[in-house]
């Protein structure tokens, strides 16, 4: 099956600086990629997602960039501010039966020191 | 705003009781929800996915008769964590699809579950 995996598992960076945060999968079937955002105590939230037909995709200070060939999707923050600071999970998409299954990263923790 | 609500957002029970987790959909109908569970700094390990009106599937590994589900209706679906154990301490979230079957997921905002 499809096997996700994420890097770093933590990562600390100064106020302003950038942070990225990486995932390679082993199934190049997997078509759609997530990135979430889980703050403690509660539910993990989207924050950005791209499909495989698109290489990168930016929003604000956040942007995803896909590499079909490598097999590796990777999260950039940029400018990060302390409320950055979370656990950060990757996730690829892929058909499975009639449905998809979405294939989780083992996650990062993100700390961003003022 | 919130997409689904998850009840209770915590809980302690004592060894060999029962404790029921609504999951809610607002303002939405879900035919399909999923339920996560996560360890402390782990990862999210689906353990089922619950179907309006029809029966749970479950993941393998996953016992039904230890975590019943049940999706009675298009808004509402419920986890019951039976004859609970410590080792069933965790964070249980919900989630759901909304649109498109590969559709990225929305979670709730989960319930921690400690069992004494």
């Known amino acids: 099956g499809e096997n996700v995996e994420q890097h770093p598992s933590t990562l600390s960076v100064q106020e302003g600086d950038s942070a990225v945060i990486k995932c390679t999968y082993s199934?190049?079937?997997?078509?759609?990629f997530h990135w979430y955002k889980q703050e403690l105590g509660k539910g993990p939230q989207l924050i950005i997602d791209i499909r495989s037909n698109v290489g990168e995709k930016k929003d604000q200070r956040i942007a995803v960039t896909l590499n079909k060939t490598a097999k590796h999707f990777s999260l950039h923050i940029t400018e990060t501010q302390p409320e950055d600071s979370a656990v950060y999970f990757c996730a690829a998409s892929i058909l499975q039966g009639s449905g998809y299954a979405l294939n989780f990263g083992k996650g990062t923790s993100l700390l961003v020191t003022p | 705003g919130a997409v689904v609500s998850q009840h209770p957002s915590w809980v302690i029970c004592k060894s060999g009781t029962s404790v029921k987790i609504e999951c809610r959909s607002l303002d939405f109908q879900a035919t399909t929800m999923f339920w996560y569970r996560q360890f402390p700094k782990q990862s999210l390990m689906l353990m089922a996915t619950s179907n309006e009106g029809s029966k749970a599937t479950y993941e393998q590994g996953v016992e039904k008769d230890k975590f019943l589900i049940n999706h009675a209706s298009l808004t509402l679906s419920t986890l019951t964590v039976t004859s609970a154990h410590p080792e069933d301490s965790s964070f249980y979230i919900c989630?759901?699809?909304?649109?498109?079957?590969?559709?990225?997921?929305?979670f709730g905002n989960g319930t921690r579950l400690t069992v004494t």
């Open positions: 199934d190049s079937a997997s078509n759609y």
């Open positions: 989630s759901v699809r909304i649109g498109a079957i590969n559709s990225p997921l929305h």
